[in-house]
């Protein structure tokens, strides 16, 4: 009698220490996915609304001086800041990257997303920076900080002049 109870109390221990061994990494396994797919998601939002934000300021530039459009975007909470960057590749001012920058923070990193955007791209708080990278002029522009806190944002498009020629000029659309 004595035997078949040490038995069952073995073979018990025995299959609590089975599920265990398979349970416990099991856990870990799926909750390091899971923070990872977070951390994806999180990339995938911002890098959404970086890119809207270019195609539709595209798209706005080639319809002319004048043009406007109200586009309405959802922030992050994570997006610390956001900027505009023109580069001026030459001395006599005819070749230009222009880029809009957007940091965000994931899983406790500083992450600078660069959208290359075919148009310049404005803000109204615009510094000129001379020679910021290796004898390059720079144009960096900052959003204030209404038009880069977390939440629906209604964001104003518009063509205007700027430098001899036209530029987007992006501004958070109060109504």
């Not at 061994?21 to 856990?27: G, K, N, R, T």
């Not at 209404?146 to 104003?156: A, D, T």
Request: net charge negative; proline share 3%; hydrophobic share 40%.
């Amino acid at each position: 009698m004595s035997n078949t109870k040490s038995q069952s109390a073995m073979e018990f221990t025995l299959l609590i220490a089975a599920l265990l061994a398979i349970f416990i990494p099991l856990f870990f396994v799926l909750t390091n996915f899971s923070f990872n797919s977070n951390s994806e998601v999180q990339s995938l939002q911002v890098q959404s609304v970086g890119q809207k934000m270019v195609d539709e300021s595209r798209e706005i530039f080639y319809q002319g001086r004048f043009s406007r459009e109200i586009i309405t975007l959802n922030l992050p909470e994570y997006v610390t800041d956001m900027s505009t960057l023109i580069i001026n590749k030459t001395s006599i001012g005819e070749d230009f990257e222009y880029y809009l920058i957007i940091n965000y923070t994931k899983s406790g990193q500083k992450i600078d997303l660069v959208i290359p955007s075919e148009i310049p791209i404005v803000n109204s708080e615009c510094q000129h920076i001379p020679l910021c990278y290796t004898n390059l002029d720079c144009t960096y522009c900052y959003f204030n900080d209404s038009e880069k806190r977390p939440g629906v944002k209604n964001f104003m498009l518009e063509t205007i002049s700027f430098k001899g020629g036209n530029a987007i000029n992006i501004t958070h659309a109060i109504w």
